[in-house]
């Protein structure tokens, strides 16, 4: 049923899943020869090499389409073709020069982005999803993409639906289908068939692919697996490529403005030089080498080494990317809400006592809350329970409770909404009652009769920091199932206290954040009186708490300003911390959003970065770009360094390219329209522009200063455009010192003036990444990492050294004299100290910030993400 591996491509006909939700369940059961029982492992593994992997899209690094990436550039093609050309009218030394060059060139990017590519397929085959199925009448987790019609797998609130099913079992179950459909609320599921015609949006039968379990539970049989399901159709029909990040986009900015330089220049290059009657060949090979020259050829080839370096040294912190990508989004964080359970308490929750009122017994608070926890009183299971239930069945008295005396009826299981959960009980020989359990703040308005020291307590046990679950009850003889409706006219009983120490590390990590520069906000379903005493006891400032009662009344604007004025966001629903994050975003903030649970899902798809820990429920680990190993924001502030120590690596690339580079071309532009010569031959600038390049290829590994890191990093190409404007002629400045060194002081002939200024310009072009790699003095005060002064250096040597080897008269050069090495000394010397002036003026008048932008992620970001869940490994991870 799904297609070959990473070609998910949706099946002809009508969906198996509209037609299965026509049928009754056992009539599905048996057309797919599956029962009550499961598959056998046999059966299941002969399906699995039949239908192909769960997967809509694939992932392995292809060599040639990292070689097609290569050689897309028109420039680059265009200069190929005319090397061609320029073989059959007599220029054929020239243009196995210009070839062989381009094509080391092509190797060496092709070389480390392939690499990348390959690092990217190892990060990706370490983050697996699992589906509980049963197989053989036994419980088991399998790999989603493992899973094939037939299967019976295990729904529960927080599971993504990993494939199309029809429902067997289902108690209180609904799903938010909002992936597939488009509909925002939760749709509620049941056993009986649809008519036959219903649209996607109507098979309550069923549950889809990438839709979420909102509430309750239940098992469906595997009707449509990968690309012939819903969600599968979806994904494949909008495509394999991802999304652009923000990294990405100001990438792509930059390269587009590079382009139309280097076009411009072409241009008006090889218009000049036909205007002077010049050669046609020479002079478009001249002018397409010069595009080619300023054009960053190993730009992406940077940014992957950079990158796959930087996945690698995450993993070693036990941070792990969905997408390297991610990494350079993840330095431009400059906010970060995140709820405070695991990460600035220890996310143990305890159960710590009953708290009984208007004299109930202690142990029959706890015997109610126990009774409509969501799991069965009669056998209860610990996983997969929030974890206030969890806590509640882990704890000593738990085990001495008399849950046997009773028997559940019916149940209303919780959701995030309500913030409650309801049960129908019945002890032996008496009626039945509802037992309603849940946030104080909801529960409460529902009874009819409460202690009057109620709220007194209440409020004394928030004040001490405990987390608190209200218990109340009503006579229900008349019951024999229970709605959300029968939840009216209760008692209240007592209340349940949980406690969740503050974490030791917890202020030393938010003081590190706050030295990055990053904001820390904090949203929480909690009441404001215990958020608020938890940032007491982590000393952490706080401007005001805003509740998520008001934020309901206010418009996007008000909420916008209200969000910025606001450290803490209590009692917040799921559809409030969304509505939180998009208001921070459009302020032009760069939101990171940290959840682990279901109701953190809606926020982690709006923010910048979504960041959950491995122990997350499955919607919030899909939903994230970053997983963290361990729930701790010090790792979260490794991540955030690491994003910004990358970013700015590349940036020196950048802006060497719109620096000395740029104005070694320009020069270069100026002397061929002033000198009755090629100031340098094509396949000299190709050679030229692959030392420098080559050079350049150990920047991922150079160190960062410690101030580069205190700030948010950000695509800036005003900046960038003022750097080049401003460094490009002071390069061009020496270039022309350079020129009148070889006319005038040596007498040069066009081999010498070419030798000349060839070794002039490597030496600049390369050394000037000791002044832009800092913002310090270079050498004294920061120095460059040794793989980066090593290339350098060995680049520069290989320069001066080319026109005295065997292949100089090959490639046009010729020996030069002695003494222009000493003038080349003080020249070099003169340059970088005017650069260093220059780098200072800079930064202190023309380094403006960058105006705030407002972000937006589409739908296609949202599929793009849960997508990702199934994905079959690549190849080379067997």
């Not at 910025?564 to 409030?576: C, D, G």
């Amino acid at each position: 049923m799904s297609a070959a591996l990473g070609t998910a491509v949706p099946a002809p006909g009508p969906s198996p899943v509209r037609a299965a939700a026509g049928q009754q369940a056992a009539a599905v059961l048996a057309g797919v020869r599956s029962s009550a029982e499961g598959l056998s492992d046999a059966e299941a593994t002969e399906r699995l090499a039949r239908f192909g992997p769960n997967a809509v899209r694939g992932h392995r690094a292809r060599p040639w389409r990292v070689l097609g990436r290569q050689v897309r550039s028109p420039i680059l093609i265009l200069l190929f073709a005319t090397a061609i050309i320029s073989a059959f009218v007599g220029q054929a030394t020239e243009a196995v020069i210009i070839a062989v060059i381009l094509v080391i060139s092509v190797g060496l990017g092709f070389v480390n982005e392939f690499r990348a590519e390959q690092a990217a397929d190892a990060l990706h085959d370490r983050l697996r999803h699992t589906a509980v199925v049963v197989r053989g009448g036994v419980r088991r987790s399998v790999d989603v993409t493992e899973l094939v019609p037939g299967d019976l797998v295990v729904l529960a609130v927080g599971t993504v639906v990993p494939a199309d099913l029809r429902l067997v079992e289902a108690t209180g179950l609904a799903c938010d289908e909002s992936i597939v459909t488009g509909e925002a609320r939760a749709a509620a599921k049941s056993l009986s068939p649809v008519p036959e015609g219903a649209g996607v949006g109507e098979l309550g039968c069923c549950a889809l692919m990438g839709t979420v379990v909102h509430a309750g539970g239940g098992i469906g049989v595997v009707v449509a697996t990968g690309g012939e399901t819903e969600f599968g159709r979806i994904a494949v029909g909008l495509g394999t490529q991802e999304p652009q990040t923000e990294f990405q986009r100001g990438l792509g900015q930059f390269s587009t403005f590079l382009l139309l330089v280097a076009l411009i220049l072409m241009t008006l290059i090889f218009g000049a030089a036909l205007l002077l009657g010049r050669p046609l060949i020479e002079s478009l090979l001249f002018a397409l080498a010069i595009a080619v020259g300023i054009t960053p050829q190993l730009l992406p080839a940077v940014v992957s080494t950079s990158l796959a370096a930087g996945s690698r040294a995450l993993a070693r912190r036990r941070v792990l990317v969905k997408r390297m990508v991610c990494i350079e989004d993840l330095g431009d964080l400059d906010l970060l809400v995140t709820d405070k359970t695991g990460t600035l308490t220890t996310g143990r929750i305890v159960f710590d006592r009953p708290v009984p009122l208007d004299g109930v017994d202690p142990e029959e608070v706890l015997l109610l809350g126990l009774l409509a926890t969501d799991t069965d009183p009669a056998a209860p299971q610990t996983i997969g329970l929030n974890a206030l239930d969890a806590a509640l069945w882990e704890s000593d008295e738990a085990a001495s409770a008399p849950v046997s005396a009773y028997r559940r009826l019916d149940a209303v299981p919780f959701d995030h909404e309500r913030r409650m959960a309801g049960a129908l009980v019945a002890a032996t020989g008496s009626a039945p009652i509802v037992v309603v359990k849940g946030a104080p703040e909801s529960v409460l308005p529902l009874c009819a009769a409460a202690d009057a020291t109620a709220p007194t307590v209440l409020e004394s046990l928030y004040a001490a920091g405990s987390r608190v679950i209200a218990i109340a009850t009503r006579p229900a003889a008349d019951l024999t199932a229970l709605t959300p409706a029968d939840e009216t006219g209760l008692t209240l009983r007592g209340y349940l206290a949980f406690v969740d120490g503050v974490k030791p590390d917890a202020q030393a990590s938010l003081r590190r954040l706050a030295d990055l520069g990053i904001e820390v906000k904090i949203a929480t379903g909690d009441g404001a009186v215990v958020a608020e005493r938890v940032c007491t006891q982590l000393g952490m400032a706080t401007r005001g708490t805003l509740i998520g009662e008001r934020l309901d009344g206010l418009d996007d604007e008000q909420l916008g300003e209200a969000a910025r004025a606001s450290t803490i966001f209590a009692r917040v629903s799921p559809e409030q911390k969304a509505r939180i994050i998009r208001a921070l975003r459009q302020k032009g903030r760069a939101v990171g959003f940290l959840g682990d649970g279901v109701n953190d899902a809606l926020a982690l798809h709006r923010a910048d970065i979504g960041i959950s820990v491995d122990s997350a429920v499955d919607v919030a680990k899909d939903a994230a770009d970053v997983l963290l190993l361990d729930k701790d924001l010090d790792v979260l502030a490794d991540g955030v360094t690491e994003g910004r120590r990358i970013f700015a690596n590349t940036i020196k690339y950048v802006l060497m390219g719109t620096s000395s580079n740029f104005g070694n071309m320009f020069s270069a532009s100026i002397a061929s329209v002033i000198l009755p010569f090629l100031p340098m031959l094509p396949g000299q600038i190709l050679l030229n522009n692959l030392l420098y390049d080559s050079s350049q290829l150990a920047i991922p590994s150079d160190h960062v200063d410690a101030e580069q890191l205190k700030a948010p990093s950000h695509w800036d190409i005003g900046a960038i455009r003022r750097f080049m404007l401003l460094f490009g002629p002071i390069s061009s400045l020496f270039d022309f010192a350079t020129f009148g060194l070889m006319l005038f002081a040596f007498q040069a002939g066009p081999p010498e003036f070419r030798s000349g200024w060839f070794i002039e310009s490597i030496a600049t072009q390369t050394l000037i990444v000791f002044a832009v790699r800092t913002r310090r003095v270079p050498f004294l005060r920061s120095r460059a990492s040794l793989p980066l002064t090593v290339s350098v250096l060995a680049v520069v040597v290989v320069g001066a050294w080319l026109p005295y080897s065997p292949v100089s008269e090959l490639l046009g050069f010729t020996p030069l004299p002695a003494q222009f090495f000493l003038a080349l000394v003080g020249l070099v010397l003169l340059y970088l100290v005017l650069v260093e002036a220059a780098k200072v003026w800079y930064y202190a008048r023309l380094s403006a910030p960058r105006a705030p932008m407002v972000r937006q992620r589409a739908y296609p970001h949202r599929v793009a993400r849960r997508a990702a869940r199934f994905t079959a490994r690549s190849p080379r991870a067997g």
